[in-house]
């Protein structure tokens, strides 16, 4: 009787793996971060986005794995996360911080991805297309909480009683990076490459733990891409395990980013029209960049004249942070300092007035191709005849975009 307690206990404390503490540690890092992968590989960029198309071995392992480790649904998550760009920011949205608070759906996230998955009409209309065959609706989706009780068993049998620690990890580690810190923080704060049309920020350039997810601008921007990196100091590991799954021949990429192409400086024509639209957050980007550099050359001037302290210099400040964003993206608070921004700087207002001129190019649905195309040829015009070298340069450079 005494070597069976002992063995109990021996089980309890080692688990039948009989792992070190630091491999233990080393499980659970793995474990947890298939689970990321599988999320935004196969949940967010390949059903939800339809960005890639994967193969029956990495579909079904994919499928396997959340069902063993979240107890998601394919097309609860499917839907409510399509619902969540088609309302995105608003009283709609089933998550968003700028309607609920960062808080709430830091704390909340979970709860609010659960009750939005009782919302029959959000199922039944942004769910198409995903997984509707006989594992999914007799196992996966009938019994979506069997799967992690079994994740629990395993993990028990493993590693002893530290195996229901590791198994807690593994239940909150998607409600806290995925509900809270993309759905959550994603929105309200980090760096933004692109004017999106909602909140969506980058919130570091370079991480392994969110599978790529951490780009949510990027992501924003081009919600079709597969790849959610950008720019030469953005790392996307997401997009490493897709191309790998590409060259095994089990995934197929269907879109990524466009990418801006430059060539000979041309008269502007429908092409050119075509290519400014199809690339015209990246083009704001650029013009972004040429605003940002007119405010930063008043602010230096200022300071040297040892207005540091000044009124106008914290007008300035403001102006940097918030006139290459779009009007209604700029809190209504902050409107009368940057009005005596701009009546303070004829160029810098200048460049403001022709840069929501060069946006209707594209936000006008009530205009002819044709006038369109007369528009950016006398955007182009006024431009380089602005005497603003900012303009002038911008404008050349628009010139010699091209599809």
């Known amino acids: 009787m005494n070597d069976i307690f002992n063995a109990l206990l021996n089980w309890l404390d080692t688990g039948l793996a009989g792992f070190s503490a630091w491999q233990l540690v080393i499980y659970t890092l793995v474990v947890t971060h298939i689970t990321i992968a599988a999320v935004t590989i196969f949940l967010h960029r390949s059903q939800a986005h339809r960005a890639l198309d994967l193969g029956p071995i990495p579909s079904h392992f994919f499928r396997f ?54 919302n029959a009409e959000t199922i039944a209309k942004y769910s198409r297309g995903t997984p509707d065959d006989w594992i999914e609706n007799h196992l996966y989706s009938k019994y979506s909480w069997q799967g992690v009780g079994l994740m629990l068993i395993i993990n028990v049998a493993l590693f002893g009683a530290i195996g229901a620690t590791i198994w ?87 879109k990524t980013a466009p990418k801006l192409s430059l060539g000979e400086v ?11 639209i199809a690339n015209r957050y990246e083009v704001m980007a650029t013009y972004a960049r040429g605003l940002k550099e007119v405010c930063a050359a008043e ?13 106008r210099f914290a007008q300035f400040k403001l102006a940097k942070r918030w006139l290459h964003r779009d009007q209604d993206r700029i809190p209504a608070s902050l409107h009368g300092e940057l009005a005596h921004a701009r009546a303070a700087s004829p160029v810098i ?19 002819s191709a044709e006038q369109l195309v007369a528009d950016l040829q006398a955007w ?5 005849e602005s005497g603003i070298a900012e303009l002038q340069a911008f404008s050349m450079r628009l010139r010699a975009v091209h599809a």
């Open 299 to 311: 602010l230096a001037k200022i300071k040297a004249e040892g207005g540091r302290h000044s009124e």
């Open 380 to 384: 182009c015009r006024r431009a380089e």
């Open 65 to 118: 794995w959340l069902w063993l480790t979240t107890g998601m649904v394919t097309r609860e998550w499917v839907a409510i996360h399509r619902k969540h760009h088609a309302k995105c920011e608003t009283e709609e949205d089933p998550h968003s911080p700028q309607t609920r608070g960062l808080r709430k759906v830091m704390a909340e996230g979970a709860e609010l991805y659960r009750a939005e998955a009782k």
């Open 266 to 276: 041309k008269p502007a024509d429908a092409r050119t029209l075509e290519a400014l």
């Open 168 to 254: 807690a990890i593994q239940m909150v580690w998607i409600p806290f990076w995925a509900a809270g810190i993309v759905n959550g923080v994603g929105h309200y704060w980090g760096y933004r490459n692109f004017e999106a049309p909602d909140a969506s920020t980058n919130l570091i350039p370079w991480t392994l733990i969110i599978g790529g997810e951490e780009l949510h601008n990027n992501h924003h921007t081009y919600p079709t891409s597969a790849k959610f990196s950008v720019k030469p100091y953005e790392f996307d590991i997401g997009w490493v395990y897709i191309r790998a799954l590409e060259i095994l021949g089990w995934a197929k990429v269907r």
């Open 349 to 367: 207002d200048k460049l403001v007035t022709m840069r929501e001129e060069l946006r209707q190019l594209w936000t006008r649905t009530n205009v």
